[in-house]
């Protein structure tokens, strides 16, 4: 492994630098338009083959987008900062995916997956929150970079570099999937219909944090969860609340028993499940019997069986309550999560490659999520196709938990990201490595 150091100190600062700006521009899923063209405007000098927008995306597949004024805004918001035209162009329609890809020679398809969305919430703005100190907390009001992904799409960013100018340790084809939205589940599915980890020899994701600390990795992450994310709508009939509210569908009536059912459902006997209603919202009027109810909600399982015991009974509970109250129901799936166990031979050549980083003090064979990630799509796909993959957890020390306003990481970690998954698609590529055990294509 020698000779890597020399570079990684050296592009250090500007991978930093890189990160900050990204996490000072923080977009939601299916906007990531200004990060997107920063991305392909570095990957391109690097000889890397770039698909963009529709061609590494299913249109038809995305689900829960945001509405066309947002995706128009976030557009114009990303002209002003530094994004291309030709790129922002070759996105339409909240499509803002991008696969980079560099083939050195005949050999195995290694795929890595770095989500790059961030979050709907309100930074931090105390000088105890270094990014605030240092000054490069978020300038969207409302959105931030609360789960790592600004590292995420840093650590593609570097390994990209690593690869193309100082790694001749590899051989065989290096494909980068930067993906939109996956808070909320919604864009590795859209991003494996587009055929992003077709032919895929090793697929591997990563996740910075989740509270393993730094200097630690994980070579697969334990309970996954399911999930299944739901837009929930109550219509009903408006009326005067005094005059003659028997002429009146309740709508927000039925919503709000709705949240209070859905606290309550059955549980599962011996598999955890979680429901939660993030948010409700209905009725017009003081004096009107409100007319639409609008919920938010998720539900979770440790296990394919649980999240269907949850789905069912909730659509059950949600079908009674709009029945009870003359409203009708529509219910919009918005996102989707799957678990996914790393393939044995992955966890282990990652473990052989961590064991030998002087920077990486705890290897674990595995570490729970503490959540769901779509990224479990793209290792279906790649194992259904005889492809081995993985999910490791770059351990980092926090300044408080995801999804914090107060979130942040560890950035010399990143450095630790590049060097493990370099280290990972040497290994993986230099014919040491057998995936003939596991492997059989399908064609
Ligand atoms: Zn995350």
Redesign the pocket.
């Known amino acids: 492994m020698s000779g890597i150091d020399p570079f990684i100190l050296r592009r250090l600062p500007d991978w930093l630098a890189f990160r900050r700006d990204l996490h000072r521009h923080p977009e939601l899923g299916f906007t990531e338009y200004r990060t997107i063209s920063k991305l392909a405007q570095r990957l391109r000098p690097l000889g890397y083959t770039l698909r963009l927008g529709p061609d590494a995306i299913s249109r038809e597949a995305i689900i829960g987008a945001p509405p066309a004024s947002a995706i128009e805004a976030a557009k114009a918001q990303a002209l002003a900062s530094g994004a291309l035209v030709e790129d922002v162009e070759r996105m339409p329609d909240g499509t803002t995916a991008l696969i980079a890809e560099l083939r050195r020679s005949e050999g195995p398809i290694v795929a890595m997956r770095f989500?790059v969305d961030a979050l709907a919430l309100n930074e931090d703005s105390s000088d105890m929150h270094r990014p605030r100190r240092l000054g490069f907390a978020s300038a969207a009001p409302g959105l931030m970079h609360a789960?790592?992904?600004d590292g995420?799409a840093t650590i593609g960013l570097a390994i990209a570099e690593f690869a193309a100018q100082n790694d001749t340790s590899w051989s065989g084809t290096l494909r980068l999937i930067f993906q939109p939205a996956?808070?909320g589940g919604r864009g590795a599915r859209a991003m494996v219909e587009a055929g992003a980890v077709d032919g895929v020899d090793l697929f591997v994701a990563l996740?910075?944090g989740c509270d393993l600390p730094s200097r630690e990795i994980a070579c697969a992450a334990k309970s996954m969860m399911f999930s299944a994310k739901w837009d929930v709508v109550f219509r009903g009939t408006a009326a005067h609340a005094a005059g003659n509210p028997e002429n009146g569908r309740n709508a927000l009536l039925a919503g709000a028993q709705a949240v209070t059912a859905l606290y309550a459902l059955p549980r599962h006997g011996c598999l955890a499940t979680h429901v939660n209603v993030g948010r409700f919202q209905g009725g017009t009027a003081r004096n009107v019997i409100a007319d639409r109810a609008e919920l938010e909600i998720e539900l979770r399982g440790e296990a394919a069986a649980a999240l269907d015991h949850m789905e069912r009974r909730a659509r059950w509970t949600l079908d009674g309550i709009a029945a009870a109250h003359g409203c009708e129901l529509v219910v919009t799936e918005m996102g989707r999560t799957i678990g996914a166990e790393t393939s044995p031979p992955a966890a282990s050549l990652i473990r052989a490659v961590a064991e030998a980083l002087p920077d990486i003090e705890r290897v674990h064979d595995d570490w729970p999520l503490g959540?769901g990630?779509d990224a479990a799509f793209f290792m279906h796909r790649v194992q259904d196709q005889g492809g081995l993959a993985a999910y490791l957890i770059l351990g980092s020390d926090l300044a408080a938990g995801?999804h914090a306003i107060n979130f942040d990481f560890e950035e010399a970690d990143i450095g630790i990201g590049v060097r493990l998954m370099a280290g990972v698609l040497a290994a993986a590529t230099n014919g040491g490595f057998s995936f003939s055990d596991e492997r059989r294509r399908t064609a």
Do not use: A, F, I, T
Request: aromatic share 0%.
């Open positions: 989500d789960c790592g992904h995420h996956e808070e996740h910075l959540g990630d995801h």
